[in-house]
């Protein structure tokens, strides 16, 4: 009985295998049109389909309606299926599988089975009568390859021609026979004419062949321990992947795509790995030490600064984990200054020649796949401008947090998907980015690229540099690595040590510096230290003081930018306008004053004196009277709304030169309330001191042979009556 059910299932299948080829053949001629080359190849391909029928007379009336629809003759199909049938003849198939017990004799175990390999074809028994080819083809299993969303097995399939192809088939594609004929006829000419029971029972026999191998979806560094290139891994030692793209760590398999023969021959149009061939291991052909020693000879002390950043970036998931945070490397210079020279240099320490991304045409979703791709490893990001898509804006802020793009699922739950913020941003532009009141300036480490003519050795040197990248340096990677257990184990208590020596040095030396900024360069600096204290320490060509030193000052630099382009310092510079114009008045809107003392009214409404230890000079403002002025010109200005009154209080009582609100202050006009700020170079660095013609007294000459007279001061203490 089983064997007639086995039988009326192959009687089914025919008729959907003859749609199927029907459908196939089509398909390629109408493919081909008129190119003599194509037809030929396409007649070539369907003669073979027909004589897989094993039904001359079915094949002939094929033959015919093709040659009628498509003009073609009918003879070049039959002469085809002729020659195919001689081949056949001479390659004398043996219907019976040959097994061997211990002793050596022959034993048939295939009527256990019910079906048996021979001349790469499945061969099924039936009830009656000789066994019947089910297949033109054999399938080797070689591994499955996990995922809860992007299971399959990779497979070889041959057919009875020799034609191998290996495949990753989509582990769903394997639960019916449709599925699967359909996935293995879109790849060649492999037939599976037999029914569902004679398909599972093949399947049943390779299902457990399929080692289990993990697909390695985010290239860099991997939680197992190794950092993962498309072409092999680095955990100690360099391991390529096979020809499958199989590569083992720790008695476990994993899969790199990009670099298997499933995808040999993918068109570069239709390659969905094309970006991760750029991320490869090669032998760099100079050591890092030399490497260093170029990058410093053509760019500079920046390239100290670079170095550091590209070390950083080696262990960023490690500096995230412990403080959430990583900063982006930021690369200002005008035109042909060299800023992109730089970025190309720190990028093929990672990858092989792979181009910016973009940031004016960029897509979203390329944007964050190329920040998720790959872990540990610098993105290289080019044309930044302050006129940027918000929304792009928005994700470079976020990206300093690890915050990545999240999406809902189309599933009836709540289950969403996060792309993953994975590698260090590099910017390059000819902009600082001072948007949104710098918040992209004070989560950056900017290098300010200045324009300058290369002298004949810098330009050797380049060329050198230039040339070694060409080749590729990316196994310098490994270099860093080797360093990953020191970075693990010393890195909280060093980043702590030098942030706090860093604030102590910045605040003795009186130069300006925001915690922000600190903590960014700090992320940068802790790194190299463990690394040149370790015993065998890298040859990086400069000291951990050099890099000290430089951070120092391009801390205090970016604090000042940011401090001269804020939104609180147009303000002040709105304000000095104003002044100027006669829209406010000296005296009665604001006023300087020299004090020894001011009360100023707490939260609470208390009033408290705070006395200076030095005469103080103050600025007065009355806010109520200056801010609507304010905003009418911001908004003449700029089109835009200025800074509302809330805001600009909160942005007042976070500035160094805020003292606080003065209940009771004399102006020319009235006693009002005021808010005070200490008043000249190192708080409020503003001019609006005026004077008139009545105060106006010409300074005399003086006489170079008497020591010159001391300043005058005017000192009044706000909390005598009346003080003005």
């Known amino acids: 009985m089983t064997d007639q059910i086995q039988d009326i299932q192959i009687i089914e299948t025919t008729a959907g295998r003859d749609e199927m080829i029907i459908a196939a053949a089509e398909a390629l001629l109408e493919a081909a049109g008129t190119n003599p080359a194509q037809k030929g190849d396409a007649v070539n391909a ?289 035109k042909q200054s060299g800023k992109s020279q730089l970025a190309w240099s720190l990028s093929n320490l990672f990858f092989h020649n792979m181009p910016a991304f973009n940031l004016n045409s960029g897509t979203q979703v390329g944007f964050f796949r190329r920040l998720s791709r790959v872990k540990n490893a610098i993105v290289w990001l080019d044309e930044y401008g302050n006129e940027i898509d918000p929304k792009r804006f928005q994700a470079l802020k976020a990206a300093y947090d690890g915050i990545g793009h999240e999406k809902g699922k189309m599933t009836q739950d709540n289950r969403t998907m996060i792309t993953k913020i994975n590698g260090s941003c590099c910017i390059s532009s000819q902009w600082l980015p001072t948007l949104d009141d710098n918040a992209l300036h004070t989560r950056s480490c900017l290098l300010t690229i200045l324009k300058q003519k290369y002298n004949a050795h810098q330009t050797k040197q380049l060329d050198i540099l230039k040339g070694h990248e060409e080749k590729g340096i990316s196994s310098l990677v490994g270099d860093i690595l080797q360093f990953r257990g020191a970075i693990d184990e010393s890195y909280g208590p060093t980043f702590s040590s030098i942030m706090d020596k860093m604030k102590v040095d910045l605040i003795k030396e009186n130069l300006p510096f925001d915690e922000r900024l600190v903590r960014n360069f700090t992320c940068l600096l802790a790194p190299v230290k463990v690394i040149l204290n370790a015993e065998n320490p890298l040859k990086l060509n400069f000291t951990y003081e050099q890099l000290y030193n430089l951070c120092k000052a391009n801390i205090a630099e970016m604090a000042k930018q940011i401090s001269q382009s804020e939104s609180i310092s147009h303000f002040w510079k709105t304000v000095e306008y104003l002044l100027d114009d006669g829209k406010i008045q000296d005296k009665v809107d604001l006023k300087v004053a020299t004090v020894n003392s001011v009360i100023i009214t707490e939260k609470n409404e208390t009033e408290l004196s705070v006395p200076f230890p030095e005469p103080q000079k103050l600025l007065f403002i009355r806010l109520s009277r200056v801010h609507p002025l304010y905003m009418e010109r911001h908004r003449q200005q700029t089109g835009k709304t200025g800074i509302d009154m809330v805001s600009i209080m909160h942005y007042f009582k976070s500035h160094k030169a805020f003292v606080g609100h003065v209940p009771r202050v004399r102006f020319d006009t009235s006693v009002s309330t005021a808010y005070a700020f200490k008043y000249g170079p190192g708080f409020l660095d503003v001019n609006l001191e005026r004077m008139t013609k009545d105060t106006f007294v010409p300074e005399p000459v003086p006489d170079v042979n008497s020591k010159p007279p001391a300043p005058a001061q005017i000192i009044i203490d706000l909390e005598t009556e009346p003080p003005f």
């Open 46 to 334: 369907i003669s073979t389909m027909l004589f897989e029928l094993n039904n001359p007379a079915k094949a002939e009336s094929f033959a015919s309606y093709f040659a009628k629809k498509y003009k073609v003759t009918k003879k070049s199909f039959t002469d085809q299926i002729k020659l195919l049938v001689d081949f056949a003849k001479l390659a004398a198939p043996k219907h019976k599988a040959r097994t061997f017990s211990e002793d050596g004799t022959e034993e048939d175990t295939s009527r256990d089975k019910g079906w048996y390999e021979s001349d790469n074809c499945y061969f099924f028994h039936v009830k009656d009568g000789p066994p019947l080819r089910g297949s033109n083809f054999i399938i080797k299993p070689l591994f499955h390859i996990y995922s809860k969303t992007d299971n399959k097995r990779l497979v070889e399939i041959t057919n009875r021609f020799g034609y191998s192809k290996i495949m990753a088939i989509p582990s769903k594609n394997f639960i019916s026979v449709e599925q699967f004929q359909a996935y293995v006829f879109n790849e060649g000419a492999f037939i599976f004419n037999a029914g569902k029971a004679q398909y599972i029972k093949v399947l049943e026999h390779i299902a457990n062949d399929f080692p289990r191998c993990n697909e390695i979806h985010t290239l860099g560094w991997q939680r197992e321990g190794f950092y993962a290139f498309a072409n092999g891994i680095w955990n100690g030692r360099w391991q390529p992947v096979d020809t499958y793209g199989i590569t083992e760590h720790k008695e476990n398999h994993y899969f790199s795509p990009a670099f298997s023969k499933v995808y040999d021959d993918v068109r570069e149009d239709d390659d969905e790995y094309e970006n991760d061939r750029f991320f490869v291991w090669n032998p760099s052909p100079i050591s890092f030490g030399e490497w260093t020693r170029l990058m410093i000879t053509v760019y500079g002390d920046n390239a100290i600064t670079a170095i550091a950043f590209a070390i950083a970036t080696t262990f960023r998931e490690l500096i995230y984990s412990k403080f959430k945070i990583f900063p982006h490397l930021f690369l200002f210079g005008e």
